[in-house]
C-alpha cells in the first residue's frame, strides 16, 4: 500500500475563481447621495431665483402696459408684440445716449486697464521710495464713499470746463474705477514668477522682449477679467452721471432710461422694460465674448498673490 499523501493548502489556478479583488473606489453611501441631492437642488432654485428678474424684464418688454397692469402675471408672452422696442429705437435720444455710454465706456476700459497695469507692473517688480505708502493708499481711496467726492469732483470738472462732456465723465470713472484695478492686477503679476523674464533674459532676450514674450501672455487672463469689471462700472453706473452730465443731449443710458421713466405721469412699464433689455444687450454680448478668458482670470485671481 501506498502512503497517504497530506492534505495540502488550495493553490488557485487559472481554472479555479480568482479571489474578489479589492474595490478601488468605496461605495457612495445614501446620505452621501442625498447631500449632493440636496445641495444640487438648492443651487438650481437659486439660480432660478436668480435669473427670474432677468426673465421678467424681458417678457415684460414684448407686452403692452395694459397688459402688465393686469392682476393675473403673463410668465410666457405667447402672443406678444414688438411696439415697445419699436417705441424705443424711434425714440432719437436713445441712439445719442448709446453713443455718449460707447465713448465713455470705451475710454474709462482702456484708460483704467493702461494705468493699473503699469501702476501693478510698478509695485510689484520694482522697489522704490514710497512703494508701501502708495499701496496703502491705493487701500484708502476704496474705502472713501462715492458720494463724499461728488462736490468736489464737479467743482475741478466745472473750473476745466469738462461738465456735460465725455472727457470729464472719463476722468471720473478712471478715478473710481483704478483703485480696484490696480490692486486686482497686483494679485495677477505677483503670481507671475520673476525667474521667468530673467531665464529669458539669460537666453538673450532683453527685458522688455522678455516680458512681453513670457509674461505679458500669462497676464492676459487677469487683464480681461480687470476690462470687465471696468466696462460693468463704466457701463451701468448712475449716479457720478447724473452729478456730471445735466444736459439732456449728453446723457448715457442709465440717465435715459429715468427720462424715459418721468416723460409721462403713468409710466409706460413696457417700453421701460424693453429699453433695460436694449441695455443689457452689450453687457451679455461682451461677457460672451470674453467668458473663457475672465473665468480663468477670476480663479487664477483667486489662487495666486
Same mark, same amino acid.
Given at each position: 500500500?501506498?502512503?497517504?499523501?497530506?492534505?495540502?493548502?488550495?493553490?488557485?489556478?487559472?481554472?479555479?475563481?480568482?479571489?474578489?479583488?479589492?474595490?478601488?473606489?468605496?461605495?457612495?453611501?445614501?446620505?452621501?447621495? =442625498? /447631500?449632493?441631492? $440636496?445641495?444640487?437642488?438648492? &443651487? @438650481?432654485?437659486? +439660480?432660478? !431665483?436668480? #435669473?427670474?428678474? *432677468?426673465?421678467?424684464?424681458?417678457?415684460?418688454?414684448?407686452?403692452?402696459?395694459?397688459?402688465?397692469?393686469?392682476?393675473?402675471?403673463?410668465?410666457?408672452?405667447?402672443?406678444?408684440?414688438?411696439?415697445?422696442?419699436?417705441?424705443?429705437?424711434?425714440?432719437?435720444?436713445?441712439?445719442?445716449?448709446?453713443?455718449?455710454?460707447? =465713448? /465713455?465706456?470705451? $475710454?474709462?476700459?482702456?484708460? &483704467? @486697464?493702461?494705468? +493699473?497695469? !503699469?501702476? #501693478?507692473?510698478? *509695485?510689484?517688480?520694482?522697489?522704490?521710495?514710497?512703494?508701501?505708502?502708495?499701496?496703502?493708499?491705493?487701500?484708502?481711496?476704496?474705502?472713501?464713499?462715492?458720494?463724499?467726492?461728488?462736490?468736489?469732483?464737479?467743482?475741478?470738472?466745472?473750473?476745466?470746463?469738462?461738465?456735460?462732456?465725455?472727457?470729464?465723465?472719463?476722468?471720473?470713472?478712471?478715478?473710481?474705477?483704478?483703485?480696484?484695478?490696480?490692486?486686482?492686477?497686483?494679485?495677477?503679476?505677483?503670481?507671475?514668477?520673476?525667474?521667468?523674464?530673467?531665464?529669458?533674459?539669460?537666453?538673450?532676450?532683453?527685458?522688455?522682449?522678455?516680458?512681453?514674450?513670457?509674461?505679458?501672455?500669462?497676464?492676459?487672463?487677469?487683464?480681461?477679467?480687470?476690462?470687465?469689471?471696468?466696462?460693468?462700472?463704466?457701463?451701468?453706473?448712475?449716479?457720478?452721471?447724473?452729478?456730471?452730465?445735466?444736459?439732456?443731449?449728453?446723457?448715457?443710458?442709465?440717465?435715459?432710461?429715468?427720462?424715459?421713466?418721468?416723460?409721462?405721469?403713468?409710466?409706460?412699464?413696457?417700453?421701460?422694460?424693453?429699453?433695460?433689455?436694449?441695455?443689457?444687450?452689450?453687457?451679455?454680448?461682451?461677457?460672451?465674448?470674453?467668458?473663457?478668458?475672465?473665468?480663468?482670470?477670476?480663479?487664477?485671481?483667486?489662487?495666486?498673490?
Amino acid at each position: 500500500m501506498s502512503a497517504a499523501v497530506p492534505p495540502t493548502a488550495a493553490v488557485p489556478t487559472a481554472a479555479s475563481p480568482a479571489l474578489p479583488a479589492r474595490r478601488s473606489r468605496r461605495r457612495v453611501r445614501p446620505r452621501t447621495r =442625498a /447631500v449632493r441631492w $440636496l445641495l444640487g437642488t438648492l &443651487a @438650481v432654485v437659486v +439660480a432660478l !431665483v436668480w #435669473a427670474f428678474p *432677468i426673465y421678467w424684464m424681458v417678457s415684460s418688454a414684448f407686452l403692452p402696459t395694459a397688459r402688465l397692469q393686469t392682476p393675473e402675471p403673463t410668465f410666457f408672452p405667447f402672443d406678444g408684440t414688438l411696439a415697445n422696442f419699436r417705441q424705443v429705437l424711434t425714440d432719437g435720444s436713445f441712439y445719442g445716449s448709446f453713443r455718449v455710454s460707447l =465713448a /465713455v465706456t470705451g $475710454l474709462t476700459l482702456v484708460c &483704467a @486697464v493702461l494705468f +493699473a497695469f !503699469v501702476a #501693478a507692473l510698478a *509695485i510689484s517688480r520694482f522697489w522704490f521710495r514710497g512703494r508701501k505708502a502708495f499701496i496703502v493708499t491705493v487701500l484708502v481711496v476704496q474705502m472713501i464713499p462715492a458720494e463724499g467726492l461728488f462736490i468736489s469732483q464737479y467743482a475741478v470738472l466745472d473750473d476745466w470746463g469738462l461738465v456735460n462732456s465725455v472727457l470729464g465723465l472719463t476722468i471720473v470713472y478712471v478715478a473710481a474705477i483704478l483703485p480696484f484695478t490696480i490692486w486686482m492686477l497686483r494679485g495677477f503679476v505677483t503670481g507671475v514668477p520673476i525667474e521667468l523674464e530673467e531665464a529669458a533674459m539669460v537666453d538673450g532676450l532683453s527685458r522688455t522682449r522678455a516680458f512681453f514674450r513670457i509674461t505679458f501672455p500669462l497676464l492676459a487672463p487677469g487683464l480681461v477679467a480687470s476690462g470687465v469689471y471696468g466696462f460693468l462700472q463704466a457701463w451701468n453706473e448712475y449716479t457720478l452721471a447724473l452729478v456730471v452730465m445735466t444736459d439732456p443731449g449728453e446723457r448715457t443710458l442709465p440717465l435715459w432710461l429715468q427720462g424715459l421713466v418721468e416723460a409721462n405721469r403713468a409710466t409706460d412699464w413696457g417700453v421701460v422694460m424693453a429699453g433695460a433689455t436694449l441695455i443689457a444687450v452689450p453687457v451679455i454680448a461682451f461677457f460672451l465674448m470674453v467668458q473663457k478668458r475672465m473665468s480663468a482670470g477670476l480663479v487664477a485671481g483667486a489662487v495666486k498673490g
